[in-house]
């Protein structure tokens, strides 16, 4: 058993779309698994329930699943969880979420824990950050970075700041948000491979129908094509030990 905590260097890198597909990949190398977002602000109303947008993308991977079981803390307000919080009046409790990941770990052996924005996204008004959060959990990280200009200084912070806290990295995963030059992506990889000396476990490219292929089994493989799974395994089996 094991649990893998999925984080971006900023807001809308792909983080919802790398844990769907995870979900896949990981089934796919025979590892059961279930995605898990325990604090989603920015809530949707759908057939007049409000429902939380990133396990409903997890259910075009796991369609048995049902999105309530895929979160614990929803809230209306597209911002921070700190003020969506604060706006309900809510106080997030970590240790309850934590023995839901317990929970999920029991039942499905692999949890892949999505987390809110970037390291630095405050999830109480005293300013405990998602990276604060991760220190406590110890368990390997996956890095997803967008893979065009800029994410050369974003992902080597990102980097840095889990390496302080000790926090285990199992590589960058980069996700091709536009349809990125290939020659600053590669530029970009390499970079980022030399000043972080990180590993890179692959890329997603460019999809503009990303829903109909993450639903499209054959289309969904296309995404994950080159990503390496002995990195994974890796950070799998530390992490078991770890906690062993």
């Known amino acids: 058993m094991t649990v893998l905590f999925v984080t971006g260097t900023d807001t809308d890198v792909g983080k919802t779309v790398v844990t769907t597909l995870l979900t896949s990949f990981l089934e796919e190398h025979g590892y059961s698994n279930f995605p898990f977002k325990p604090i989603q602000s920015g809530a949707v109303e759908q057939d007049g329930s409000w429902v939380a947008p990133d396990p409903e993308m997890y259910r075009l991977v796991r369609k048995d699943m049902q999105g309530g079981d895929a979160c614990l803390y929803l809230f209306k307000k597209a911002c921070s969880p700190h003020l969506a919080a604060e706006l309900e009046g809510v106080n997030i409790d970590f240790s309850l979420i934590g023995t839901r990941i317990e929970e999920l770990e029991t ?137 062993a």
């Open 107 to 243: 039942a499905n052996g692999t949890v892949i824990v999505e987390g809110a924005g970037g390291l630095f996204v405050p999830l109480t008004t005293g300013g405990y950050c998602v990276v604060d959060w991760m220190g406590e959990l110890a368990i390997p990280a996956i890095i997803v970075a967008k893979a065009g200009v800029g994410t050369i200084n974003h992902t080597v912070l990102t980097v840095e700041a889990l390496r302080k806290r000790n926090i285990p990295i199992a590589g960058v995963i980069f996700n091709f948000i536009h349809n990125e030059e290939e020659t600053v992506v590669k530029d970009n990889m390499k970079m980022v491979r030399q000043l972080a000396d990180v590993p890179i476990i692959g890329t997603v490219p460019y999809c503009d129908n990303i829903r109909k292929a993450l639903a499209d089994v054959e289309e969904r493989k296309q995404l994950y094509a080159d990503w390496d799974i002995e990195l994974i395994r890796r950070a799998m089996k530390s992490e078991s030990t770890t906690t």
